[in-house]
C-alpha cells in the first residue's frame, strides 16, 4: 500500500533561516503585489529582483515586509505593515490567523478567495495547455463548516500542556482556543476538552483527540498510547456530559486497538448524502475518511450524479471510494458499481452502507492498492477516481491506452489532478466540464471536479 496515510513528498531546497534576534529582516522599503501565488501568499519583487513570497498579502497591495526565509532564488516573509490596503481586504476572522497553520486566506474577503480558486484551478491545467471552461464554483458556508479535526496533545518539560493543531512544517503544536471553521458542535468542545486534558491524571500518555461531527451525533476517538483506568473514567463522564460518542484507539505502535467507551457503542456518526433521501445515511467510524464540508460535499456528489448520466445498468468503477460517499448514489441511481478503496476497514463499511441503503446487489466493494491500475477499466461505462493529493498517474496511463467513453476525476491537489488530466488528454480525451467545490473556506486548499469524455475518432 505505498500511497495509503503518505503526504505528498515534498522538495526541500536549501534556505536559511534568518539568525537575527527575533529571526526576521525588514526589506528596505515596501513593495507592491504583482499577483498571488497558489498557496494564497502574495508574490512581489526586492529591488535587486529576487521574488518575495509574502504571507497575507493581497494583489495591488504595497507592504512592508519582514523576511524570515532565504532561499537562493527566493526569499519568504510576511508583512510587517499595509502601506496601501486592498479593497478586498477584510478583518480576519479568528485570532489564531497567521500563527496556527491552518488557514491562509481570512484575510481575503470570501468572493475574492474563490476567485482565488477559479484562476489556481486554470492557471494549473493551462501549464499542461489545457484550455478551461469556466469552471463552475459550489460554495457553503464561509465559517463553521469543517466536521472532523485532529488536535495534538504534548505536555512540555515544563509541564505545560499544548492542545491544539501542529503547525504546518514544524514538529509543535499551536494552542487552540478557538477555531471559528470548526463546525459550532465541535468549536464548542474545544475549552471543556481543554480544561478535561489539564486535570487528567497522565496526560502525557494522551497522543491526540479527533473530533467527527456527523449529522446527528458527535465523537471524540483518543489516541491513547497507554490506558489509565482513572483517566478512561473521566472521559466517559464528559462523553456522558457533552453527549458524546467516545472511542479510544489504545496501545502504542502503527496498529493500536479501537474500542468504544461510551453508553451507545451500536451507534456511529452518519451523514447524509444524497442516497439518504432514500431514507439511509452513510456512516463513518474512527479513521475513515470524511469529506471535510457536508453541505459542500452534499452539492459535489449531486453534481458527480448530474454529469454521470446514469441510465439503468451503466457500468461504473468507483475508485478510491472510501465509505462510499460516491458509489451509494450512483447505485441507487440505477448504476452497478464496482469500488475500489485500499482500507479493508472503509471497505467493510461500505458494504454496511450499500446495505443500509438498499443497494447492496448493484455494489461489489473490493479492497485492493490502487498504486497500479485495477484491471478491466476498459468494461466501465464511466471511471470515477477520488484519489489523495498524490493523484492517480498510473491509472490515468492506463485509461489513456484504453479507458472507458467518460472519466469524472474529483481531485484535492490541483498540481497532479493538471498532471493526470494532461495523461488524459494525451490518450484522446477532452475536458468538457469542470468545476472548483469551495470545500475548505478560508483556506488555500482546492477541490475541484472536471469531466473528460473521449473523443470519437
Ligand atoms: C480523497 S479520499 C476519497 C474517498 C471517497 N471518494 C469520498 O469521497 O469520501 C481518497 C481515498 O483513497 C484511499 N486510498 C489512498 N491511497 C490508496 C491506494 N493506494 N489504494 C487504494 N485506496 C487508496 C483512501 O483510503 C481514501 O479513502
Known amino acids: 500500500m505505498a500511497m495509503l496515510g503518505q503526504r505528498r513528498q515534498q522538495r526541500r531546497p536549501a534556505r536559511k533561516r534568518l539568525e537575527a534576534s527575533n529571526g526576521q529582516r525588514d526589506e528596505k522599503g515596501s513593495v507592491v503585489i504583482e499577483r498571488m501565488a497558489h498557496d494564497g501568499r502574495g508574490v512581489s519583487r526586492n529591488r535587486d529582483g529576487k521574488t518575495l513570497f509574502i504571507e497575507q498579502a493581497l494583489t495591488g497591495e504595497e507592504v512592508e515586509v519582514a523576511i524570515h ?20 481586504r477584510v478583518t480576519p476572522g479568528c485570532e489564531h490567523f497567521g500563527r496556527c497553520g491552518g488557514c491562509d486566506l481570512q484575510h481575503l474577503e470570501i468572493e475574492g478567495q474563490r476567485r482565488h480558486k477559479q484562476q489556481v484551478l486554470r492557471e494549473h491545467l493551462e501549464r499542461h495547455d489545457i484550455a478551461l471552461p469556466e469552471p463552475e464554483l459550489l460554495k457553503g458556508e464561509a465559517w463553521g463548516y469543517r466536521r472532523r479535526a485532529r488536535l495534538g496533545v504534548r505536555v512540555g518539560s515544563d509541564d505545560r500542556l499544548h492542545f491544539g493543531y501542529r503547525v504546518r512544517g514544524q514538529d509543535r503544536l499551536f494552542n487552540i482556543e478557538q477555531c471559528p471553521i470548526l463546525e459550532p ?6 475549552q471543556p476538552l481543554r480544561a478535561l486534558i489539564e486535570t487528567l491524571e497522565a496526560p502525557r500518555r494522551l497522543g491526540h483527540v479527533e473530533l467527527v461531527a456527523g449529522d446527528d451525533s458527535v465523537m471524540i476517538t483518543l489516541r491513547q498510547l497507554r490506558r489509565v483506568p482513572g483517566d478512561m473514567t473521566r472521559w466517559q463522564q464528559f462523553a456522558r456530559d457533552h453527549q458524546l460518542l467516545l472511542s479510544v484507539l489504545a496501545g502504542e505502535g502503527n496498529s493500536p486497538q479501537l474500542m468504544r467507551l461510551d453508553d451507545h457503542p451500536d451507534i456511529w456518526p452518519h451523514y447524509r448524502a444524497l442516497v439518504d433521501d432514500r ?33 439503468n445498468e451503466m457500468a461504473v468503477m468507483d475508485l478510491f471510494a472510501g ?12 448504476a452497478r458499481v464496482i469500488a475500489y478503496e485500499g482500507r479493508e476497514s472503509m471497505v467493510q463499511r461500505l458494504r454496511d452502507n450499500a446495505e443500509n441503503a438498499g443497494v447492496a446487489d448493484r455494489i461489489d466493494a473490493r479492497c485492493t492498492d ?9 468494461q466501465a461505462d464511466l471511471v470515477v477516481l477520488d484519489p489523495p493529493r498524490s493523484g492517480a498517474q498510473g491509472i490515468c ?26 495523461i488524459l488528454t494525451g490518450g484522446g480525451y477532452r475536458l468538457v466540464q469542470a468545476l472548483v467545490a469551495d470545500m475548505f473556506p478560508q483556506t488555500a ?13
Do not use: M
Open 445 to 457: 486548499h482546492l477541490e475541484s471536479l472536471v469531466l473528460l469524455e473521449r473523443q470519437s475518432t
Open 370 to 378: 490502487l498504486s497500479g491500475a485495477p484491471a478491466g477499466l476498459e
Open 397 to 422: 496511463q492506463a485509461l489513456a491506452d484504453n479507458g472507458p467513453s467518460r472519466v469524472l476525476y474529483v481531485s484535492c491537489e490541483p498540481a497532479t489532478l493538471a498532471r493526470d488530466v494532461h
Open 323 to 334: 465509505v462510499g460517499n460516491f458509489s451509494l448514489t450512483l447505485a441507487a441511481a440505477g
Open 69 to 88: 526565509t532565504q532561499h537562493g532564488r527566493y526569499d519568504e516573509g510576511h508583512v510587517r505593515r499595509v502601506v496601501k490596503a486592498s479593497e478586498a
Open 279 to 311: 431514507g439511509a445515511g452513510i456512516g463513518i467510524q474512527s479513521g475513515d475518511f470524511l469529506q471535510a464540508n457536508a453541505d459542500v460535499n452534499h452539492q459535489l456528489v449531486a453534481r458527480v450524479l448530474e454529469w454521470a448520466n446514469v441510465h
Open 185 to 190: 458542535r465541535l468549536e464548542a468542545l474545544l
